[in-house]
């Protein structure tokens, strides 16, 4: 297979299918080897569109313009563009020298215009996949960029959708469009589904660190596909088909889920029983066969673990069909922030204090530490949940400035939260480098994140 990633170009020649006979053998046929010679231009003098730049995008668009390609960057909102320009994007250092030199080097080409995509040899699909409040997947942003994509395809391109999605929608969105436009797919253009894998603030897991799972509608397209992603990717795995890709990604994040869910509730049992989860888990997690450690706190945050699950969740109830373990398992995420709250409620009356009225500081209110990114953070929903109950809430957080919440309006972040006197100090999230040595000096601390050192004002959910 490798032979094949090193000679197969997206044109219309040398259309030959791939056979089980000209890989290294039938067993490696789901393996792509990863790549051996230095990826930084492995893509020098091709031409790649990427279609959305957000979380998911931009660092793939860094990816492959580190590779050397060109690459389109195609957006309808000309403020992130525009923030891109001036380099004023929430990014990992090294990706923020990255897209300085890309800049500088004129390796980005940000664009709000379709059209732009008919240049490109490979066009990649990197739009957001939310869940809207009656928790219905919204695919409006994937509708209308795999119908962008679709009208402006041409002869020869390599399509990849990488949003997470439900199982199917590849072929909805893209290779029927396609077909109906006369294009046969896997001689005249290719299609393949390749689910993005980006841990935001994460080094360790940046995208050309981390493996890669590659479905093509056949296997030249997912051949093809893998001659542009081989090069952004620790190594490729390929399945048998999009769907099969759809589906990993679906498994991938159900089972941090499940998982989390189940962490959540080991620390409300031992909370129960007056033990340390964490040293619970801690010490299961010596276990070196059969026991991965998840670890619980106020809830999910970003766009994966809070939405993925509900596309399955959704596609199987349009199928008649239930997977009542992971439906369960969202429910219990759902309802976590409100955990929190009723908590705060306890510690406040023990101390005397109802929630109405109270001074209330939230710490951190990104959904995850190192990054400015509030999508779906519990923080927001606890905060507003609290502002509910009549408390006075205050955030700080190093990363963001403001928050919108239903009850409150535009809350903007605190500087002198050390400086104050709060009724209840709620740490939520805590910044890698932040010093939260002065949290221990309120006397009524709630950590939900588990990892504050003891202390006599301290409490755990």
């Known amino acids: 297979m490798t032979e094949i990633l090193n000679s197969v170009r997206p044109s219309t020649a040398d259309l030959t299918p791939v056979t089980a ?87 980005l080409e940000l664009t709000s215009e379709p059209r732009a995509l008919q240049s490109a040899e490979a066009v990649i699909v990197c739009v957001p996949t939310p869940i ?127 998982n989390i869910a189940l962490a959540n509730e080991f620390s409300d049992v031992a909370h129960t029983m007056d033990l340390n989860v964490m040293e619970v888990i801690a010490a299961a997690a010596t276990k070196p066969y059969g026991f991965m450690p998840f670890y619980p706190g106020p809830g999910v945050g970003g766009h994966c673990i809070p939405c993925d699950p509900h596309y399955l969740l959704w596609q199987l ?35 005397g204090r109802p929630l109405s009225g109270a001074s209330v500081l939230v710490v951190g209110v990104a959904y995850k530490p190192g990054v400015a990114d509030l999508r779906e953070s519990t923080a927001v929903e606890i905060i507003d949940q609290l502002q509910a109950a009549g408390a006075t809430v205050s955030f700080s957080d190093p990363l963001v400035d403001t928050v919108r919440t239903r009850h409150g309006g535009i809350l903007r972040a605190v500087d002198d939260a050390q400086d104050r006197a709060w009724d209840l100090v709620l740490v939520h999230t805590a910044a890698p480098d932040d010093d939260m040595a002065w949290v221990t000096g309120h006397k009524t601390v709630l950590d939900t994140t588990y990892k504050l050192a003891d202390f006599p004002g301290r409490h755990v959910l």
């Open 132 to 258: 809207d409040d009656h928790l219905t997947p919204d695919l409006s942003a994937l509708s209308a960029a795999c119908a962008a994509v679709a009208d402006n395809a041409r002869v020869g391109q390599t399509l990849v959708l990488t949003s997470t999605t439900y199982v199917g929608c590849t072929r909805d969105l893209l290779i029927v469009p396609l077909a109906a436009r006369g294009f046969t797919v896997g001689s005249e253009v290719s299609v393949a589904f390749s689910p993005e894998r980006i841990d935001p603030g994460v080094i360790d897991h940046a995208p050309d660190l981390t493996p890669r799972v590659l479905g093509g509608a056949t296997e030249i397209c997912a051949a093809r596909a893998a001659d542009i992603l081989s090069a952004t990717a620790a190594e490729l795995h390929v399945v048998s088909s999009p769907e099969a890709a759809e589906m990993t990604k679906l498994v991938e994040n159900s089972f941090r889920a499940v």
């Open 21 to 107: 006979e000209s890989t290294a053998s039938a067993a490696d046929r789901t393996r792509i080897d990863p790549v051996v010679d230095p990826p930084a231009r492995r893509l020098t003098g091709r031409r790649v569109a990427v279609v959305g730049m957000g979380y998911v995008g931009l660092p793939s668009a860094l990816s492959l313009a580190s590779a050397g390609a060109h690459v389109v960057c195609v957006d309808v909102d000309t403020s992130r563009l525009e923030a891109i320009r001036q380099r004023n994007v929430d990014l990992l250092d090294r990706d923020l020298a990255r897209l300085d030199s890309a800049l500088s080097e004129r390796l």
């Open 317 to 351: 109830r349009t199928l008649r069909s239930r997977a009542p373990l992971v439906n369960e398992a969202m429910t219990a995420i759902a309802a976590r922030p409100g955990v929190v709250v009723e908590r705060a409620r306890r510690i406040l009356g023990d101390a």
